[in-house]
C-alpha cells in the first residue's frame, strides 16, 4: 500500500519561510496529479496548491504568490515551498493525490504566530 510522509512543518513567526516535503513509497505516482492539503483546527481540510504530472502548478487565492509546489520525480517527493506566512496558515498539512484516493499521512503541522 503507498504511504506518504510529510515533513518541514515547525512554528515560525509571521513573514517566516518553511519548506514542506511528502515522500512516497512508490514511483507510481510520477504519473498523477499530486496536492498538498491543509487543516484547521475546527474546519474542514481544504486544497492549498496542486501540480500536475508535468509539473503545472495552481493555487488556491490565499496562497497565491506566496506558496510555491514542486516535485521531484526522481526521488518520489512533492514540495511545498511557503513564504511569507500567515497567522491564517497555522494548520496541518498533507499531501495526496489529486483528487485524493490515497490514504491520508500523517501530516505535518504549521504553526504561525508571534
Known amino acids: 500500500q503507498v504511504q506518504l510522509v510529510e515533513s518541514g512543518g515547525g512554528s515560525v513567526q509571521p513573514g517566516g519561510s518553511l519548506r514542506l516535503s511528502c515522500t512516497t513509497s512508490?514511483?507510481?505516482?510520477?504519473?498523477?496529479?499530486m496536492a498538498w492539503y491543509r487543516q484547521a483546527p475546527g474546519k474542514e481540510r481544504d486544497l492549498v496548491a496542486s501540480?500536475?504530472?508535468?509539473?503545472?502548478?495552481k493555487y488556491t487565492g490565499s496562497v497565491k504568490g506566496r506558496f510555491v509546489i514542486s516535485r521531484d520525480n526522481n526521488k518520489n517527493t512533492v514540495y511545498l515551498q511557503m513564504n511569507i506566512l500567515k497567522p491564517e496558515d497555522t494548520a496541518r498539512y498533507y499531501c495526496?493525490?489529486?483528487?485524493?484516493?490515497?490514504?491520508w499521512g500523517q501530516g505535518t503541522q504549521v504553526t504561525v504566530s508571534s
Open positions: 501540480i500536475t504530472s508535468a509539473g503545472v502548478p
Open positions: 495526496n493525490q489529486l483528487p485524493q484516493t490515497l490514504p
Open positions: 512508490t514511483s507510481g505516482l510520477t504519473f498523477y496529479d
